[in-house]
């Protein structure tokens, strides 16, 4: 995340601190493609990208996933 802060949404203020500012066109690219990255690879899945069958595979590998880990199975 700091990669992108450095990258994107930042201006330095003469003062020496930082200002926002809104993303432009190629800076939200860059930030959607890298958060879809990040979110593989922690294994999150993006709802507002999914349909609710594949969100029902999801949480169904999830869980299984979940009852492995916890000695369940």
Same mark, same amino acid.
């Given at each position: ?23 432009? %066109? +190629?800076? /939200? $690219?860059? @930030? *959607?493609?890298?958060? %879809? +990255?990040? /979110? $593989?690879? @922690? *294994? ?9 069958? *594949? ?19």
């Amino acid at each position: 995340m700091k990669k992108m802060k450095d990258r994107v949404g930042i201006e330095r203020d003469p003062s020496g601190g930082e200002l926002a500012r809104d993303f432009t %066109r +190629s800076e /939200r $690219a860059a @930030y *959607g493609s890298y958060m %879809r +990255s990040y /979110r $593989a690879k @922690y *294994g999150l899945v993006d709802g507002l990208r999914t349909d609710q069958e *594949g969100f029902s595979e999801y949480l169904r590998k999830r869980r299984e996933e979940d009852e492995r880990r916890r000695g369940y199975r």
